[in-house]
């Protein structure tokens, strides 16, 4: 059983950065960060394959965002920069087995309990 702990969520302002950290995640998974808004669906954010080879992200944060990992640590790391107000969700770390590319939050098998982000204007 993977157990995932997200951390590192707050209040910024607008244009403000932070760093979601994902502890006791697996070397061999597909890591990928989520985020879920109050009345919305849970929507793809980034991910990174176990090697740390690959790396994807939405259109929506591509260039603000970078998803790394430190597997001697098991930690998947979010930075984010360039805060925006529709940044504003809870944030899930979600691992998913034996690799690959995948942006459907389906596919993935472990989640971890979420953390708040919250960018005011």
């Known amino acids: 059983q993977v157990q995932l702990v997200e951390s590192g969520g707050g209040l910024v302002q607008a244009g403000g950065s932070l760093r979601l950290s994902c502890a006791r995640s697996?070397?061999?998974?597909?890591m990928g960060w989520f985020r879920q808004a109050p009345g919305e669906e849970r929507e793809f954010v980034a991910l990174?394959?176990?090697?740390?080879?690959?790396?994807a992200y939405a259109n929506s944060v591509k260039g603000r965002f970078t998803i790394s990992r430190d597997n001697t640590k098991n930690t998947v790391y979010l930075q984010m920069n360039s805060l925006k107000p529709e940044d504003t969700s809870v944030y899930y770390c979600?691992?998913?087995?034996?690799?690959?590319?995948?942006?459907?939050?389906?596919?993935?098998?472990?989640w971890g309990q979420g953390t708040q982000v919250t960018v005011s204007s």
């Open positions: 979600a691992a998913k087995g034996g690799g690959g590319i995948y942006i459907t939050p389906g596919d993935y098998d472990y």
């Open positions: 697996y070397s061999s998974y597909t």
């Open positions: 990174i394959t176990g090697s740390g080879g690959s790396t």
